[in-house]
């Protein structure tokens, strides 16, 4: 069946998605909490000692060595990660050895990309890559969101690509996780070595599910490598290369305060009406990204529990210098790590017994015994567009175009209150719409939005919008805040897109929220 005249079906967001991708029977959105899987985990197939070295040495001479002993050929799924951001260094090799051997219809499956893997769009056009099931940014998602994959793409969230490995909708059969140390057994860990870029948690799933696990290392040590965040006991072969990841572009560049008077009002904003509706309190936890309207609003949120004399209980969060200054200080106790962003960040993490990594598994897998996730007070999160239902897009721009990936964001939409700080436009174009283009978020999970000209709350949480009219607290409405961005910037045009579905967006319990349509060119 061809992307141009799959089967779509309306779904219980009131989205039109495939029922089959890539040959795979798909499930339709059914609501939050309305699907509940039956069944079992996948099984790993069963291993023997017998057919490992009895020494424990596991490495062989190159990467290309260790993917033809692994059986790489036609069609597989080769997974990798990325923590190593734009640094990585390996992800292209993998392919390159891959196109050299004429192997074609690969399954890239890593959770997510970054410009550094521009190169690997000669792949997608020769037939060796037949589709990326990760996010797509950049020139992949321009290439994608224009066409040019064989297969359609898939999106999904970090504990949803758990999710689907644990439940067997996606069979890994050669995991490669780039470690910056490591010894010869494959234990590794991602806190020591010259290219340390913090943990490697979203190697776990990888690493216990795959058919076969290597580990790429520029740093090998004498057994056992301590801290072992990902178990020899998973790993076929190590493989050790001349250098794994550039370590000047694995640490994020966004880790720094915003300077724009509008998002540093955006922040203190965010954190006034979490102050006047009671958010924070002595023992509350928070999540907050990176970016720079997030990092401020972690600054705000400090001044609160210093003048209060308070403590937060947990920051669950990617790590960098502030949290960490906050938990070294005694304003937190714990840092709960999903990655890390900054040098500072690797160093806690080394040092601190109480900085503590984490994985999609423990924070965000929809399918386990709870997650911490539902845990948090309040959740920070962006968005590209929002529409007057609290809808939430994070994946394409107001051009169609793929932005960028999910990552942990439709996660944290179980957080106790979600608020979206974001400006009303951008590229004078308003942010807040009628309907959003790509729904990646339902708007029953979204709690507040936050812009420079004011703050509405969605009307189901009556308990929020109580507290903030008596604490005088001033709100708008959602549609209020619609109208001031097309005041001011006229109302925008709709993305042109045709029928054809590039891609689709799963929902943390595996089943299809929405599609993404090929951009039309002009």
Same mark, same amino acid.
């Given at each position: 069946?061809?992307?141009?005249?799959?089967?779509?079906?309306?779904? #219980?967001?009131?989205?039109?998605?495939?029922?089959?991708?890539?040959?795979?029977?798909?499930? !339709? &959105?059914?609501?939050?909490?309305?699907?509940?899987?039956?069944? =079992?985990?996948?099984?790993?197939?069963?291993?023997?000692?017998?057919?490992? !070295?009895?020494?424990?040495?596991?490495?062989?001479?190159?990467?290309?060595?260790?993917?033809?002993?692994?059986?790489?050929?036609?069609?597989?799924?080769?997974?990798?990660?990325?923590?190593?951001?734009?640094?990585?260094?390996?992800?292209?090799?993998?392919?390159?050895?891959?196109?050299?051997?004429?192997?074609?219809?690969?399954?890239? &499956?890593?959770?997510?990309?970054?410009?550094?893997?521009?190169?690997?769009?000669? &792949?997608?056009?020769?037939?060796?890559?037949?589709?990326?099931?990760?996010?797509?940014?950049?020139?992949?998602?321009?290439?994608?969101?224009?066409?040019?994959?064989?297969?359609?793409?898939?999106?999904?969230?970090?504990?949803?690509?758990?999710?689907?490995?644990?439940?067997?909708?996606?069979?890994?059969?050669?995991?490669?996780?780039?470690? !910056?140390?490591?010894?010869?057994?494959?234990?590794?860990?991602?806190?020591?070595?010259?290219?340390?870029?913090?943990?490697?948690? *979203? #190697?776990?799933?990888?690493?216990?599910?795959?058919?076969?696990?290597?580990?790429?290392?520029?740093?090998?040590?004498?057994? !056992?490598?301590?801290?072992?965040?990902?178990?020899?006991?998973?790993?076929?072969?190590?493989?050790?290369?001349?250098?794994?990841?550039? #370590?000047?572009?694995?640490?994020?560049?966004?880790?720094?305060?915003?300077?724009?008077?509008?998002?540093?009002?955006?922040?203190?904003?965010?954190?006034?009406?979490?102050?006047?509706?009671?958010?924070? &309190?002595?023992?509350?936890?928070?999540?907050?990204?990176?970016?720079?309207?997030?990092?401020?609003?972690?600054?705000?949120?400090?001044?609160?529990? =210093?003048?209060?004399?308070?403590?937060?209980?947990?920051? =669950?969060?990617?790590?960098?210098?502030?949290?960490? +200054?906050?938990?070294?200080?005694?304003?937190?106790?714990?840092?709960?790590?999903?990655?890390?962003?900054?040098?500072?960040?690797?160093?806690?993490?080394?040092?601190?017994?109480?900085?503590?990594?984490?994985?999609? *598994?423990?924070?965000?897998?929809?399918?386990?015994?709870?997650?911490?996730?539902?845990?948090?007070?309040?959740?920070?999160?962006?968005?590209t567009e929002v529409d007057v239902n609290f809808n939430a897009n994070v994946v394409t721009h107001s051009d169609g175009y793929l932005l960028?990936?999910?990552?942990?964001?439709?996660?944290?939409? *179980?957080?106790?209150?979600?608020?979206?700080?974001?400006?009303?436009?951008?590229?004078?174009?308003?942010?807040?719409?009628?309907e959003v283009t790509t729904l990646c978020g339902p708007g029953e999970l979204i709690?507040?939005?936050?812009?420079?000209?004011?703050?509405?709350?969605?009307?189901?949480?009556?308990?929020?919008?109580?507290?903030?009219?008596?604490?005088?607290?001033?709100?708008?409405?959602?549609?209020?805040?619609? #109208?001031?961005?097309?005041?001011?910037?006229?109302?925008?045009? +709709?993305?042109?897109?045709?029928?054809?579905?590039?891609?689709?967006? +799963?929902?943390?319990?595996?089943?299809?929220?929405?599609?993404?349509?090929?951009?039309?060119?002009?």
């Amino acid at each position: 069946m061809s992307k141009q005249n799959i089967e779509l079906v309306k779904n #219980a967001a009131g989205r039109f998605v495939p029922t089959e991708i890539n040959g795979e029977k798909q499930i !339709p &959105y059914q609501g939050v909490g309305k699907y509940i899987p039956q069944g =079992r985990k996948y099984g790993p197939p069963i291993v023997s000692c017998a057919n490992y !070295p009895a020494d424990g040495n596991k490495l062989v001479k190159d990467l290309k060595e260790a993917l033809i002993k692994c059986g790489l050929k036609d069609g597989m799924t080769i997974s990798t990660h990325h923590h190593f951001r734009d640094g990585d260094l390996i992800s292209n090799q993998i392919f390159d050895i891959a196109h050299e051997l004429g192997i074609k219809d690969l399954r890239w &499956y890593p959770s997510a990309s970054f410009p550094c893997h521009e190169p690997l769009i000669k &792949y997608l056009q020769d037939g060796t890559i037949n589709r990326i099931e990760g996010s797509m940014n950049g020139a992949l998602g321009k290439f994608a969101s224009e066409g040019g994959m064989k297969g359609i793409g898939v999106l999904r969230s970090h504990g949803g690509r758990y999710q689907a490995v644990q439940d067997g909708e996606v069979h890994i059969d050669i995991a490669v996780i780039a470690a !910056p140390i490591a010894d010869a057994f494959g234990n590794a860990n991602g806190v020591n070595g010259p290219a340390a870029s913090g943990l490697l948690g *979203f #190697a776990l799933a990888d690493s216990q599910y795959a058919d076969k696990v290597i580990v790429v290392t520029d740093t090998i040590v004498p057994f !056992p490598c301590i801290p072992w965040q990902i178990h020899g006991n998973y790993v076929d072969y190590t493989v050790k290369v001349d250098q794994v990841g550039n #370590a000047e572009k694995i640490i994020s560049g966004t880790t720094n305060i915003t300077k724009s008077p509008d998002r540093l009002l955006i922040a203190e904003l965010t954190a006034k009406f979490c102050e006047a509706t009671q958010i924070i &309190y002595d023992g509350f936890s928070y999540q907050a990204g990176a970016g720079g309207t997030s990092l401020s609003i972690g600054i705000y949120f400090e001044e609160i529990l =210093r003048r209060n004399n308070w403590k937060a209980r947990f920051i =669950r969060a990617g790590s960098n210098k502030y949290p960490v +200054k906050m938990l070294e200080e005694g304003v937190v106790d714990y840092i709960l790590d999903g990655q890390t962003f900054d040098l500072e960040g690797v160093r806690s993490m080394r040092e601190n017994a109480n900085h503590i990594d984490t994985s999609p *598994f423990t924070s965000y897998n929809y399918h386990g015994k709870g997650n911490f996730a539902s845990m948090i007070d309040v959740v920070v999160l962006g968005a590209t567009e929002v529409d007057v239902n609290f809808n939430a897009n994070v994946v394409t721009h107001s051009d169609g175009y793929l932005l960028h990936g999910i990552g942990g964001w439709q996660n944290c939409l *179980f957080g106790r209150t979600v608020i979206l700080p974001i400006p009303l436009f951008r590229d004078r174009i308003p942010i807040i719409v009628d309907e959003v283009t790509t729904l990646c978020g339902p708007g029953e999970l979204i709690d507040v939005i936050v812009t420079e000209r004011g703050v509405a709350v969605n009307p189901l949480r009556t308990d929020l919008i109580a507290k903030a009219k008596a604490s005088g607290f001033p709100l708008k409405t959602i549609e209020e805040l619609k #109208a001031e961005g097309e005041r001011i910037c006229g109302v925008p045009q +709709k993305p042109k897109l045709t029928d054809e579905v590039i891609a689709v967006i +799963k929902w943390v319990d595996g089943t299809v929220i929405d599609s993404v349509r090929r951009v039309a060119k002009p």
